[in-house]
């Protein structure tokens, strides 16, 4: 190793996501040195089917990390460490020898293998997933994808057989990528989205892999989320020998980033969705009430495992406002409008404008405002539409406290829609507990940076991670027990409404 690499002190992060890719630099302070987002096109082949071709995603990647340099002002052999983080459930598919893929990437958002799960839900398969995977049997998951390609793309399943094929999730490609073909392998967080990985052990499953007719030769080695993988080689950007040492799915990677170290703790990502993962520990805990399990991480021989809810429409709602009522400019505007009312009234705003998610699970369902009378302004109805988030968050959390048994001591907030202090506010006083906004709202990429500088001893450990972490703002819940109660009525009577 050279001096300059013993010296090296910088962590690169690559946030890989649906329409785009983030490349995060940033010291052993936590100052971010470089922020870059390269987008990528989406190809829509048929309705319901969604696919990325390959070599625009490495394009993105390929691309943000050269931007980020120069804006960095850093010389390549600066960078100590790489992290990726990524969307979770795309499969890609790709030829061992060349590195190139045989089919475009089939995303997570992609609907075309749902008659095969209705098949296989049946057979009556669901449960026997359900316990092996602690996921719900859905085309959202990469199992199905990667059957799919494996029985229509010419020639696929011969080659996969004879080993000449690698499959992976976006992880995999990248790393395969950055390495140069040397390191084909998945963190455990990836894995436990595919349906093939037994939750319990950390290993594929031979019996789901024979449900779903995957040969084992085409699968990565799953690997812990934080050691080093590989190192770069053949790159046009970064020089041979930078480690690339943490991987993580981007939900997990954001729940690491915010430093949910322990059980009990748990952190909500506002964006179109929202995600609530909570960490319950070492041990998984199997939901009783609409919610999945999954891995959180694997650090230091350790895994830590969380439960997920997932609302379909958050920032999505605002967006509805704009652009289709018109009602605001730009999505900011929202809070404002909202506070030029006390309150919503007697207005309920369920944003089930693509039915609801967990723990309702109800695709049926439908949009739905209540209560309007003479006095109903266009600030009532965004501030009901806010209320509405954070109902339905709300709705997560407590599904959560019943499945884990405890309650979080803080909720951590990130994602665009964080940054609306009145939605944040109304979300601390429903769930009666603080919510902590961090000063950094970049956690996915964070989180990413945080396993890769672990491993590469950037960081000593978790416990001084958890110590750099900066609470920007916390809001104090403040409503008096009657009237949140009479709020939560009045919601739930909407709910089974819509």
Avoid at 134 to 145: E, I, M, N, Q, R
Avoid at 177 to 184: I, P
Avoid at 284 to 312: I, K, N
Avoid at 445 to 464: D, K
Wanted: aromatic share 8%; hydrophobic share 45%; charged share 25%.
């Amino acid at each position: 190793m050279t001096t300059e690499r013993r010296r090296a002190s910088y962590v690169m992060a690559i946030d890989q996501g649906t329409t785009g890719t983030t490349v995060l630099i940033l010291d052993k302070r936590l100052a971010v040195r470089a922020k870059v987002n390269v987008e990528f096109r989406q190809i829509f082949p048929k309705p319901g089917w969604v696919e990325h071709e390959l070599e625009d995603i490495w394009g993105s990647v390929a691309g943000a990390i050269q931007k980020a340099l120069r804006e960095a002002g850093l010389r390549a052999a600066e960078i100590a460490a790489i992290g990726i983080t990524n969307q979770r459930e795309t499969v890609a598919l790709w030829d061992r020898r060349s590195g190139k893929a045989i089919h475009n990437a089939i995303v997570w958002q992609d609907r075309r293998t749902t008659e095969e799960c209705l098949r296989l839900q049946g057979e009556g398969r669901a449960q026997l997933i359900r316990d092996k995977t602690g996921l719900v049997l859905d085309p959202y998951f990469s199992a199905t994808k990667l059957a799919w390609l494996l029985q229509n793309v010419r020639g696929a399943r011969e080659k996969a057989e004879e080993g000449q094929l690698a499959f992976g999730t976006i992880d995999s490609f990248l790393v395969w990528r950055l390495t140069g073909g040397q390191a084909h392998v998945t963190d455990v967080s990836n894995a436990s989205r595919t349906l093939l990985m037994d939750l319990r052990t950390c290993a594929w499953d031979p019996e789901l892999l024979g449900l779903f007719g995957v040969p084992d030769r085409v699968l990565p080695e799953i690997r812990s989320s934080s050691e080093v993988y590989g190192e770069t080689k053949n790159m046009r950007a970064l020089p041979d020998g930078i480690p690339v040492c943490g991987i993580a799915g981007d939900q997990q990677a954001a729940l690491f980033g915010q430093a949910c170290f322990a059980p009990g703790d748990a952190k909500c990502t506002y964006g179109t969705g929202a995600f609530l993962l909570q960490n319950v520990g070492p041990a998984p805990v199997v939901s009783q009430h609409g919610l999945l399990t999954t891995v959180a991480w694997r650090v230091g021989g350790e895994t830590q495992y969380a439960l997920e809810g997932s609302a379909f429409i958050a920032g999505a709602a605002v967006q509805w406002l704009r652009d289709q009522l018109r009602i605001i400019e730009k999505a900011s505007d929202i809070e404002a409008l909202a506070k030029s009312v006390k309150d919503s009234g007697e207005l309920v705003f369920v944003p089930a404008l693509a039915g609801m998610g967990a723990p309702h699970w109800r695709p049926e369902a439908r949009g739905l405002i209540s209560g309007i009378t003479r006095g109903t302004t266009a600030g009532h109805l965004a501030r009901a539409l806010l209320e509405g988030i954070a109902f339905q968050i709300y709705d997560l959390a407590d599904a959560m406290m019943k499945d884990a048994g405890r309650a979080a001591p803080a909720f951590r907030v990130d994602g665009g829609a964080s940054a609306n202090d009145l939605l944040m506010q109304f979300q601390a006083d429903l769930l009666d507990v603080p919510v902590e906004r961090p000063r950094m709202i970049e956690t996915t990429a964070l989180g990413a940076a945080f396993l890769a500088g672990l491993a590469a001893g950037v960081w000593s450990s978790r416990e001084e991670i958890g110590k750099s972490f900066k609470v920007g703002k916390r809001f104090e819940p403040k409503m008096k027990a009657d009237e949140r109660e009479r709020h939560l009525a009045k919601w739930r009577r909407a709910v089974a409404a819509a």
